[in-house]
T-cell receptor, first 116, second 115 residues
């Protein structure tokens, strides 16, 4: 079974600074998808960024980028120029890329606080 | 259509009662997922539908839980004889098959409190 580990229960960052959230995972598959989801307080989960395992190039979406290290099974999220609206719970998630069920396996989350 | 909707948003019930939640996915999405999220944890997979067929159920889904997706549209999740341990946020997500990454779009969730 796949597992996802987020070792930082809480992180804080000053507005306009950069923060990196860590994620490691375990799988025996060679191809799979990895995601970072954001869950603001009392609001629904939204996708921040995604990565396919066989693509070596790290994904980037505006201020969000990932550092994907396949051999180390590591998938960290970097948020640049942090904004107050980035404050949320962030979840790292894994999904198979084949078969019929693309269920997500989530980590426990990292609560990000952005200080003005 | 603005996204995945779930009703009710909050449900308080007494132990032993039955509850039913509804999820309306994005209209063209043929895949639908239910997850459960307890305090301080990430969501955990419960069950998955492709169109009207329930293709996988987690071992977390005891016999007291049942889910349906008639005609491949909305889905319901019923919990019979609720227990205090069932208190959680129940999340629904939908996706479109054959899209890269099978991106799942989440609803706002139904928060269940069992007294």
């Amino acid at each position: 079974a796949q597992t996802v580990t987020q070792s930082q229960p809480e992180m804080s960052v000053q507005e306009a600074e950069t923060v990196t959230l860590s994620c490691t995972y375990d799988t025996s598959e060679s191809d799979y998808y990895l995601f970072w989801y954001k869950q603001p307080p009392s609001r629904q989960m939204i996708l921040v960024i995604r990565q396919e395992a066989y693509k070596q190039q790290n994904a980037t979406e505006n201020r969000f980028s990932v550092n994907f290290q396949k051999a180390a099974k590591s998938f960290s999220l970097k948020i640049s120029d942090s904004q107050l609206g980035d404050a949320a719970m962030y979840f790292c998630a894994y999904s198979n890329s084949g078969g019929s069920n693309y269920k997500l396996t989530f980590g426990k989350g990292t609560l990000l606080t952005v200080n003005p | 259509d603005t996204g995945v909707s779930q009703n009710p948003r909050h449900k308080i019930t007494k132990r032993g009662q039955n509850v039913t939640f509804r999820c309306d996915p994005i209209s063209e999405h043929n895949r639908l997922y239910w997850y459960r999220q307890t305090l301080g944890q990430g969501p955990e997979f419960l069950t998955y539908f492709q169109n009207e067929a329930q293709l996988e159920k987690s071992r977390l889904l005891s016999d007291r839980f049942s889910a349906e997706r008639p005609k491949g549209s909305f889905s319901t999740l019923e919990i019979q004889r609720t227990e205090q341990g069932d208190s959680a946020m129940y999340l629904c997500a939908s996706s479109l098959a054959a899209t890269l990454y099978n991106e799942q779009f989440f609803g706002p969730g139904t928060r269940l409190t069992v007294l």
